[in-house]
């Protein structure tokens, strides 16, 4: 199986930076897009940013400018900048991996794993 972690989320002031990171690991062969998810209170999950395998990016509008993803193929890691935060930032947010792993009985197969979320908390 595959197990997405995301990390760096916390508390910070409006005007700061954070850089959350998302490691998938398993029975991983590849790793094809990488995606960034957030989910504000009493909000529905909406899409942030994705990432190629080839490093081709793709942002939501409300993210355009100020949110910066980028990847570690080797370590099959995903990064999310966000600088100059504003309280609307404030979220849980989900990385989302899709690719290929191995299987025990043999042939390889698709996944798309989701991770358990990290908070983060913009306050003015």
């Known amino acids: 199986q595959v197990q997405v972690v995301e990390s760096g989320g916390g508390s910070v002031q409006a005007g700061g930076s954070l850089r959350l990171s998302c490691t998938a690991s398993?029975?991983?062969?590849?790793?094809?897009?990488m995606k960034w998810y957030r989910q504000a209170p009493g909000q529905e999950r909406e899409f942030v940013a994705r990432?190629?395998?080839?490093?081709?990016?793709e942002y939501a509008a409300s993210a355009a400018g100020r949110f910066s993803i980028s990847r570690d193929n080797a370590k099959n890691t995903a990064y999310l900048q966000i600088d100059s935060l504003i309280p609307e930032d404030t979220a849980v947010y989900y990385c989302?991996?899709?690719?290929?792993?191995?299987?025990?009985?043999?042939?390889?197969?698709?996944?798309?794993?989701w991770g358990q979320g990290t908070q983060v908390t913009v306050s003015s």
């Open positions: 989302n991996v899709n690719g290929i792993r191995r299987t025990d009985l043999g042939p390889r197969a698709l996944f798309d794993s």
């Open positions: 398993g029975n991983i062969v590849s790793i094809d897009v």
């Open positions: 990432i190629s395998r080839d490093r081709i990016t």
